[in-house]
């Protein structure tokens, strides 16, 4: 998964209710790149896009997690963990053999 698509996970976990021109701000990215990466996620599985019933706004959609998307976020981000403390356990030996 691309960066940019894990981070866009992480936005719409944390904001179901928010709009792909603030997705754009947010993740610093043009709204064509955030449309596209959203129609990728929604192709894989991993989110589901509604529209708001009751919005003044009929354009509007409401983005949802599914349950894959949940577990890809989770899985991207043990990953990333996984890689930070393998850098850091790396830095440490380093830094324990500067200390000799």
Known sequence: MKESQFKTLLEISAENEITQRTLSGRLGLSLGSVNYIIKALIQKGYVKAKR?????????????????????????????????????????????????
């Open 52 to 100: 708001f019933k009751n919005s003044s706004n009929k354009i509007a959609y409401m983005y949802i997690l599914t349950p894959e998307g949940m577990k890809e976020k989770m899985n991207q981000t043990e990953a990333f963990m996984q890689r930070k403390m393998e850098e850091y356990e790396r830095l440490k030996a380093e830094m324990d053999t500067f200390a000799r």
